[in-house]
């Protein structure tokens, strides 16, 4: 169990400082947000009303949040008998789930940047059947249609197989100039044995790329940090919907935070979505099936349209500083 340093009570916050992060108690968090229970069992923990069920583990970075899951920057703990949640997590990352009309100037848009990674000399991950950069363009030219169908502009990065470096991906992005949404869309490679679908946000300030110790620049402010709240929303909406999308035919490796540069110097609202792995032998075949793609797509304009209404839905009272 973590050591206290020092607690206090900020606006209805039990607020306290432990292994040398600022912590908030989940009792707090049960308060605010109008969560009905708090259950314990061992390390496992649940909040819950009826809409809302969040599970944790004493000691684990991971939180399921309505079935979706997402990766902590710092561990959940306890002092006394109570268990906290690092403040970075509640106000990056939790906060903007449960409350994403409270983010402001985020839902007004009608313009949509596709980016398909990779292609021409950078085919990205390949297998034998094919490779990461050509399903990126299908599924980006499935994404186009169906919003265009809707009435969204869509921008897209490349519409062939040319190479775009990541800069030149992010001057595309930022010469769009009314309000939009970035989406990368990638497929992975790894170990025979790594399967799933993740989608990535940029670290805020202070905390590391995923799968890396912290370093100083992690304290550095990135363009893309400006929208930090709308990009964790939309990731929610696309990862979520995505998952239902395909049902069991995936396997949940959560919502992250990294630095990749496309998402650290996008200018608009920016997620990074990896539908799958080119090298697990099971997915590189789903991922070459145009139904797999169909509803890769599908999923992701249903969830532009469920972020648009959330994040423009109007506050019932003024959000706290």
């Not at 297998?127 to 169908?149: C, D, H, M, P, W």
């Not at 202070?206 to 110790?213: K, S, T």
Request: net charge positive.
């Amino acid at each position: 169990m973590a050591a206290l340093a020092s607690a206090a009570t900020e606006a209805g916050w039990q607020v306290a400082k432990i292994d040398g992060h600022d912590y908030v108690s989940l009792q707090s968090m049960k308060r605010f947000y109008g969560f009905t229970k708090l259950t314990r069992s061992g390390t496992s923990i649940t909040l819950e009303n009826t809409k809302i069920e969040m599970n944790l583990k004493v000691g684990g970075y991971e939180c399921l949040m309505n079935g979706v899951k997402f990766v902590f920057s710092n561990p959940v703990t306890t002092s006394g008998d109570d268990a906290y949640v690092s403040r970075m997590d509640l106000a990056k990352l939790i906060d903007p789930v449960l409350r994403p009309n409270f983010i402001k100037n985020a839902g007004d848009f009608r313009t949509v940047i596709l980016d398909p990674g990779h292609g021409g000399k950078d085919p990205g991950a390949t297998n034998s059947i094919g490779t990461e950069a050509f399903y990126n363009l299908k599924v980006a030219g499935r994404v186009k249609s169906q919003l265009q169908a809707q009435g969204f502009k869509v921008v897209m990065t490349r519409e062939s197989d040319r190479f775009l470096s990541l800069q030149e991906r992010v001057n595309l992005a930022n010469a769009v100039k009314e309000k939009a949404i970035y989406i990368s869309i990638h497929f992975n490679s790894g170990g025979p044995a790594a399967r799933g679908i993740e989608t990535f946000t940029l670290s805020p300030p202070g905390v590391a790329h995923y799968g890396r110790d912290f370093i100083p620049a992690d304290n550095q402010q990135r363009s893309g940090n400006e929208h930090d709240s709308a990009n964790i929303a939309l990731a929610t909406s696309v990862h979520g919907s995505i998952l239902r999308r395909l049902q069991n035919n995936t396997f949940d490796r959560g919502i992250k935070r990294a630095r990749f540069s496309v998402l650290s110097g996008v200018c608009h609202p920016a997620i990074l979505l990896e539908g799958g792995f080119m090298s697990h032998s099971y997915e590189a075949r789903l991922i070459q099936n145009e139904d797999y793609q169909k509803a890769l797509a599908t999923g992701v304009v249903e969830a532009i349209a469920k972020y648009r209404f959330a994040v423009g839905a109007k506050p019932p009272v003024k959000a706290p500083n």
